[in-house]
C-alpha cells in the first residue's frame, strides 16, 4: 500500500477510531529479538530524544502526538520501559498525558477494574476519556469484550464513546462473538442519536452514524454498515431543517458502500444539481467496480471529470494489476493520465499514483517517464497542494523504486516543512524496509529540524521492527 495515499474523508474520520498507537507487546520470542538488535536500539533512542525536542516546538500539533504514541509503542515492543519512563518525563506536559497509562498494570480484570475506578475521579473528560479509551484498548487486546464495553459506556465525550463503541464491535465481529458484536453496534447506534447533553456538544447525529458505517464498512462487517445507514436515513427522513448536504453525505456513503439501492433513494430528496452529481458519480464509481474490465471503462468514461473518473479508472488498473493482465492495466493507465491531464488542479499527485501502479505492476521504465513528467510540472508555480503533496508522492515513488538519492533529492525540494517531514520519513521508511537502514541513519543523522529529524527515526524504527518481527507498523497511517 502507497504510505501517502490519503482515504475520502468519512474514512479519515473512521480511521481514528480507537487507532491502536498503543498496541500490545508481541511474544517474548519476538520481543527478545527486537530488544537484541542493537541497530534498532540506537535508532529508538535517536527517535525518542527527537520526539521530545519536537514535543518543545510552540503549539500543540496531533502530528507529533502520533509520533509520541508510536515511539512509545516501539520502545513497549521491545521492552524498554525505562524509556517509557524517560519519554513521559522529558516530554512537554501536554504530549506527556497522552502516554501517562501506557505502564499500568495490564493483564487482568481485576487490573482494568481498577484502573476504571481510578478514572472516574478525573474531572476533566478529556483526560477521564483517553485514560478509558487505553483500557479499552487494551482490554479488546486481551479478549476482554463485555468489560471494555461496560467500560466505554462510562465516557463523557459523545463522539470518543461513539468511536470506542465501534471499535468494540469491530473488534468482538473479527474475534466471532457475534452476540458482544451486536450489543456494541445497539450501543454506538443509540448514543449517536441521544439528544442527552454530552461534554463535547456534538449534535450532527447524521455524520456521526456515517462515520460508524464507514468504520464498520472498512472493517468487513457489513449488517452493521447497513444498520448505521439505515438509522441515518430514518432522521434524515423526519429532519426538518431540509439542509442538502445531509443526503448528499449519505448517497456518497451508500455508493461507497455498495449499497446502490440506498444512494438511489437519496437522490429523491436531492434537488440541487451540484449535489445530485456528487451522488451520481459516486454510484457509477461502484458499478465500475462491480463490472468487469471492459464494461467497467465504459461505465469510467461516461463519468463527470473529476477525481471521482481518475480513481474510478485507477481502480480497474489495480483489478487488472492484480489479475496478472499488465497490458489491459497500461491501457487503462493511459487513460488514466488523459483524465489527470485534463484536470490542472491535481495533476502532479495523479502523475505519482500511475507511477506508483506503474511500478507495481513491474515497468519502471514506464514509471520513470511519468515520475519525469511529473516533476517537470511540479517545478512550475502551482496552487494548492498538488505541489507539496506532488514532491511528498513522488519522493516516495522513487524510494519504492530503489532511488534513494534522487528520492532525497525531491523530497527536500518541498518548501512546506510538514509534507517535507512526511516525505522524508516515507523515503527513510521505504529505504529501511529494503534492507538499507544503515543508509538511510548516515543521512538522517544530518537532519536538525526537530520536526523532521524525529519522523525520520521513527520511519526507520517502524521498517526495522517490520524487517524483525513481520508486522505491519501502520506508517502508512497519518
Not at 363 to 384: M, P, Y
Request: charged residues 25%; aromatic residues 6%; contains cysteine.
Amino acid at each position: 500500500m502507497k504510505a501517502w495515499r490519503l482515504p475520502t474523508a468519512l474514512a479519515v474520520c473512521a480511521g481514528f477510531i480507537l487507532p491502536a498507537l498503543l498496541a500490545a507487546i508481541p511474544q517474548d520470542a519476538v520481543k527478545t529479538k527486537l530488544a537484541g538488535d542493537s541497530q534498532l536500539q540506537g535508532v529508538l533512542v535517536q527517535a525518542r530524544d527527537a520526539v521530545v525536542a519536537e514535543t518543545r516546538l510552540q503549539g500543540y500539533d496531533t502530528r507529533i502526538e502520533t509520533d509520541v504514541k508510536r515511539v512509545t509503542r516501539y520502545l513497549l515492543q521491545t521492552g524498554s520501559r525505562t524509556d517509557v519512563l524517560y519519554l513521559q518525563d522529558h516530554l512537554e506536559h501536554g504530549y506527556a498525558e497522552k502516554i501517562r497509562g501506557v505502564l499500568r498494570p495490564a493483564d487482568t480484570l481485576a487490573d482494568f477494574k481498577a484502573r476504571a475506578r481510578a478514572a472516574e475521579v478525573e474531572t476533566d473528560p478529556y483526560g477521564h476519556d483517553e485514560d478509558i479509551e487505553l483500557i479499552v484498548e487494551q482490554e479488546l487486546e486481551r479478549g476482554f469484550l463485555e468489560d471494555a464495553l461496560q467500560e466505554a459506556k462510562l465516557m463523557r465525550m459523545r463522539l470518543l464513546q461513539i468511536r470506542t463503541m465501534g471499535a468494540i464491535a469491530l473488534a468482538a465481529h473479527n474475534q466471532g462473538d457475534l452476540a458482544k458484536a451486536e450489543s456494541a453496534v445497539a450501543a454506538a447506534v443509540e448514543r449517536a442519536k441521544s439528544t442527552e447533553p454530552a461534554a463535547d456538544l456534538v449534535f450532527d447525529h447524521h455524520r456521526m452514524l456515517l462515520e460508524l458505517a464507514s468504520a464498520w464498512h472498512e472493517g468487513g462487517y457489513g449488517s452493521a454498515a447497513l444498520t448505521a445507514r439505515q438509522q441515518a436515513i430514518k432522521l434524515l427522513e423526519t429532519d426538518i431543517s431540509g439542509y442538502q448536504g445531509y443526503w448528499r453525505d449519505l448517497g456518497e456513503a451508500a455508493a461507497q458502500q455498495g449499497d446502490l439501492k440506498m444512494a438511489a433513494q437519496t437522490l429523491e430528496h436531492l434537488s440541487d444539481p451540484s449535489e445530485r452529481v456528487y451522488v451520481q458519480t459516486e454510484m457509477q464509481r461502484a458499478q465500475a467496480k462491480m463490472a468487469g474490465p471492459a464494461r467497467a471503462l465504459e461505465i469510467a468514461e461516461e463519468m463527470h471529470a473529476g477525481d471521482l473518473k481518475f480513481e474510478a479508472l485507477r481502480e480497474i488498473a489495480v483489478r487488472q494489476i492484480d489479475s496478472g493482465d499488465k497490458v489491459g492495466a497500461a491501457r487503462i493507465l493511459q487513460v488514466a493520465m488523459e483524465a489527470a491531464n485534463a484536470d490542472d488542479d491535481f495533476r502532479v499527485m495523479r502523475m505519482a499514483d500511475i507511477a506508483w501502479e506503474q511500478i507495481v505492476m513491474g515497468d519502471k521504465s514506464a514509471a520513470d517517464v511519468t515520475i519525469a513528467e511529473g516533476l517537470r510540472a511540479n517545478e512550475k508555480h502551482r496552487w494548492g497542494s498538488d505541489q507539496v503533496n506532488g514532491w511528498m508522492m513522488l519522493a516516495e515513488d522513487l524510494a519504492y523504486m530503489g532511488e534513494y538519492d534522487r528520492a532525497l533529492q525531491v523530497a527536500r525540494k518541498n518548501e512546506d516543512a510538514v509534507t517535507r517531514a512526511r516525505a522524508l520519513q516515507l523515503v527513510a521508511y521505504r529505504e529501511t524496509q529494503a534492507g538499507h537502514g544503515d543508509w538511510a541513519i548516515s543521512w538522517a543523522q544530518g537532519v536538525e529540524d526537530p520536526e523532521g529529524r524525529a519522523r525520520i527515526f521513527v520511519g526507520i524504527a517502524a521498517g526495522l521492527i517490520e524487517q524483525i518481527s513481520g508486522k505491519d507498523q501502520d506508517i502508512n497511517k497519518y
